[in-house]
């Protein structure tokens, strides 16, 4: 069993920044690849970045975001930059092993209970 928590959410404003953090439980972190996916209200839940070897990004954050790993404290990172009105979500940690389906919420076996980020216009 893994168990995640987020933190880093909040109110922002439009071009800002903000860097989630979720913490794993567990000593096995280091191998799970870990997701961060976001859903809108009224929207499905979507991918936004995923880290095991390398990184990947969906073209709506990439070149805006960033996504890192320390496994000494088991955590994942978000970095957001140039933050957008349509950023706003609920941002969730995800943790899997799978290989496929990396882009989806299948491709993840924990998750977390997501924290908020809103960015005003």
């Known amino acids: 069993q893994v168990q995640l928590v987020e933190s880093g959410g909040g109110l922002v404003q439009a071009g800002g920044s903000l860097r989630l953090s979720c913490v794993a439980s567990?000593?096995?972190?280091?191998?799970?690849?870990m997701g961060w996916f976001r859903q809108a209200p009224g929207k499905e839940r979507e991918f936004v970045a995923r880290?095991?070897?390398?990184?990947y990004y969906a073209d709506s954050v990439k070149g805006r975001c960033t996504i890192s790993r320390d496994n000494a404290k088991n955590t994942v990172y978000l970095q957001m930059n140039s933050l957008k009105p349509e950023d706003t979500a609920v941002y969730y940690c995800?943790?899997?092993?799978?290989?496929?389906?990396?882009?989806?919420?299948?491709?993840?076996?924990?998750w977390g209970q997501g924290t908020q980020v809103t960015v005003s216009s």
């Open positions: 567990g000593r096995t972190f280091s191998r799970y690849r």
């Open positions: 995800a943790a899997g092993t799978a290989v496929v389906r990396i882009t989806t919420t299948a491709g993840y076996d924990y």
């Open positions: 880290i095991s070897s390398n990184t």
